[in-house]
Each structure stands twice: as structure tokens, then as C-alpha cells.
């Protein structure tokens, strides 16, 4: 099954477009946790058990398993190894050089670590993108506007009559199709993400920033229209429980809430 | 010691402008060293060994490393701890993402791996690039016109009057100071390269793409001037050896002439 069917058939069967962003931050967690590589392994694992009916996919961020180091990978593979085999796994590395390098991250994050998709920066180029795409049960998700406030400093940036963050969409399209090239856009951005929806008709969006970052669920599916989407939580709904000893019920909610909001703007 | 001081002291007492990049490819290592882990660990540290007073410092490409999954991350570190304490480390590593992301790449590079420098990707703006830049003892390389032809593709864009990569310039010198902030800028650019230096005259230029990609040694230091510089070459260096048993010999010959090179050119 490639990666693209995962994603449709896990989003189908459990009728959601959620993805929960798994940032791990020891210090975050529930204080009855140990605050060790064990602990959070075991945080990971209980916040997947109470959301893997309720999401399309999981989404590993790379920096926050780096930061522990050495560790830190092993506990990034043993969380991946917790994923049911059954739901999307996006790796969100944001990774991208030049070519021969692009093959080492591709391999690294494909099949070393057997994700489903990564997420590309777009900066250095069609050669810098090409070698995650010719995996082509994988999926890419390239950054177009991000939801930071950053994004105003370059991919809002004026080119000619269109913005940095249009001209990477128009390019990149041609790049790949739409089972294995999708595009980041930034739940905070929502008219902007409705005119890219426009030209991007069959592409999936990776859209980030609903929850903590401020974006609204409603407001994203209104811009998103019927477009194939991946919206994703993290703190939101990982770290939902609070200090509770149940905190993984607490998730579940949140997952729950996210996903029926989510759904009800839809239909 | 600043990751900056210790730039400057290892570029004067081996009078060398020469960065070697250790991109590790097991089956381009001499076909007597055997293919695993301990295999490009032995040799990483012959060619350290055979290099390290002709150097400035060392680039670790992270991708090489990574694509052998948490091995590949012992194998990492192992290299760096390899490295003499008195030689730059560059992680050319490529990353960036929103904040709290960034924040926790910067300590698994700046903390974890012990690296001096990284590299990093600006399209998703200042807030990506500033956690870097929030450690004053280390110093960050932001990826300005890179060494591939893919960066005709967003890089070498015209915004108004000027390119992409010059308004990166533009805007983020101000993110930083000489001291911990520089630009990579390849050597397949030559006369982007002298423009470049025009207008930022103090900060360090990471300057790759000599020898295999195609830049050349004098063409570079020639549009650099007097710039403070670093010149990386990778498989031009490490594998120049070939076959032989002896390989790290001939990858310091490599090395010897690149810094005679440069110098020659530069004085």
C-alpha cells in the first residue's frame, strides 16, 4: 500500500481529517512521569492507544526526538513502531539539500525510519526535491506558507506580480502528482489557503497551527473547501490532560472535539 | 573559547581556509575497509588524523549520517569526538521550522552534538533562524545561493530590482553580528559570489561546490577578496585516495593542495 492510500483509506475509515502532531517535551508531560526516554515512550504510547481510531495520521516532528540525542532516535523508533500499521506516519523534518544529499535524508527518513512522507523546504530547488518524490509509494509535503509569523519575511515577498510562497505551488505542481506531492500551508493564513486551494485542486495540504498556534478549525475548512487535507493538532491534544493521572482521556476529548468540529464544517 | 574564536585560531595557526566534509558513503570507502558503522568510523578518523593541521574546521553533512538510522547518530557522534578540540565544527545539517521547533534543533546540534556551527534554511523566516542565533557562542550558516542549478529555480527569482538570495542577505544581516552569523554562498557562482562580498564584507561565507561540483579554487578566492571564508570540499578530499591502502595520504595531498591553492590565489 503506497503511502497515499494509507492516508485516504485511514481517513476514511475513521472519518477524520486529523493528524496529531506527537512533540514530545519531557517537561510537558503529566508530573507522575518520568522524565527519561522511557517515560515519554510511554506518554507516546498512550496518547496513541486513546487517538489512533480517531486521527488520519500521526505526525513526528524530528526536532523534538533530536534534541535527546542518540536516545532521542531510539525513542523516535520505537514511537513509530507504536503507530498501528494501519495509519499515515508524516515525518516532519523539513529536510532538503542538494542532490546526492537529499537521497541520504530521503533514505534515512523512508526507509531507515519507515515514514510515509516528509515534509521539504522548497528554497534550494527542484534537484534539492526530486529525491524524495522518486520514492514513489512516499509522499512529499513541501513547505508553501508556513504559519509562523516568519512567513511574512520571504514567502510573502512580492515576485513580480506574485508571492514567493505562489511561485514555489505553480513550479513545484509540475514536480509531481497529486498521490505524492502535497503542500504545507499554515491554518493561520486562511484566505491565503483558499486561493491556493484554487490552484491546487487535488493536492493534499499538510495544514498546521490549528490550537496553540491560533488558527480556527472552522475557518480552515471553510477556506480548504472539499480539498484533500491533513489538519493537525499537537500541544492542543497531547498535552490536553494537564497533570491529570487519566490524561490520555483528556487527548482522546481533544481529538474527538477536533475531529466532529472538523466534520461539521465539512458536511 | 566562541565558535567564532575558535574559526579564527584554527584558520591562522594552519594558515588554511580549507573545510573537509566528511559525507561518509560506505561504498565509496577503499574497498579493504569493511562496510559497517566501525568500518567509515576507522575511516573518518584516518582522514581526521591525515587532515586536521591543514583545516579550518570540519563539516558534518548530517544526512550521510542519518541514513543509517540510530547508528548512523553513534556514528556521528563518534566522528565529532574524533575531531580535535581546537577545530571548527560545522553541522551542515540544513535545518529551520517555526520556534519552539527551532529551539530544539539548536540543542540537539548546539547541545547534544557539540557542534559549533550549522547550517540553516531561511524561507520560513526570522522566528526560524533566531533560536539558532539565541546561542552567542556558536554560530549559524544561512543558506544565501546555494550550489546546485536548482537555485535558479526560487534562489536566483527576482523580488523588484533583486534576486531572493540578495533580499535573504538584505534583511537577515540585521538577525546577527560578523560573530555568529554568516552565509553559505557556493562556488559554482563565482560573480554572485563577488557581489555578494560587496555587500556584506565582514561575515564568514561557507562557500562549498569546490572540486566535484565544479567550482574552482582561484575563481573563488578571487570573487571572495579578503572575506573571511571557509571552503569546503567533500568527496574531492576524503575519497581522493581511491582504492589504495594508504588513502589517507592521498586525501591529504588533496587537502594540501586545496589550502595551497587557495593561498596562493589569496596573497
Not at 502532531?21 to 510537558?28: C, N
Not at 499515515?88 to 539539500?97: E, N
Not at 484566505?191 to 480552515?220: H, M, T, W
Amino acid at each position: 500500500m503506497t503511502g497515499f492510500e494509507k492516508l485516504k483509506i485511514a481517513e476514511e475509515k475513521n472519518n477524520s481529517l486529523v493528524c496529531v502532531g506527537l512533540d514530545i517535551v519531557a517537561d510537558r508531560m503529566p508530573s507522575h512521569i518520568e522524565r527519561s526516554i522511557d517515560g515519554m515512550l510511554q506518554f507516546n504510547r498512550e496518547i496513541i492507544d486513546a487517538t489512533s481510531d480517531l486521527v488520519s495520521s500521526y505526525k513526528i516532528n524530528f526536532a523534538f526526538y533530536e534534541q535527546y540525542g542518540i536516545r532521542g532516535f531510539e525513542l523516535l523508533q520505537k514511537t513509530i513502531e507504536s503507530i498501528p500499521n494501519d495509519i499515515h506516519i508524516i515525518a516532519d523534518a523539513k529536510r532538503g539539500d542538494i542532490g546526492n544529499t537529499s537521497n541520504a535524508y530521503a533514505r534515512a527518513v523512508f526507509e531507515e525510519f519507515e515514514c510515509d512522507s516528509i515534509t521539504v523546504n522548497p528554497y534550494m530547488g527542484e534537484d534539492s526535491v526530486s529525491p524524495f518524490l522518486s520514492y514513489k509509494d512516499k509522499m512529499v509535503f513541501l513547505l508553501c506558507l508556513t504559519s509562523n509569523s516568519g512567513s511574512n519575511d520571504f514567502e510573502k515577498q512580492k515576485i513580480g506580480s506574485d508571492y514567493l510562497y505562489e511561485i514555489v505551488l505553480e513550479k513545484s505542481m509540475k514536480w509531481g502528482s497529486a498521490e505524492n506531492l502535497g503542500f504545507v500551508v499554515g491554518a493561520t493564513h486562511p484566505n491565503e489557503l483558499k486561493s491556493i486551494r484554487e490552484k491546487s485542486n487535488y493536492n493534499y495540504f499538510l495544514i498546521p497551527g490549528v490550537g496553540a498556534q491560533g488558527g480556527n478549525a472552522e475557518d480552515v475548512v471553510e477556506a480548504n473547501g472539499n480539498g484533500p487535507a491533513i489538519i493537525n493538532s499537537s500541544r492542543g491534544i497531547i498535552y490536553a490532560g494537564g497533570n491529570e493521572k487519566k490524561y490520555s482521556d483528556f487527548s482522546r476529548l481533544a481529538a474527538l472535539e477536533l475531529r466532529n468540529q472538523l466534520n461539521e464544517s465539512r458536511y
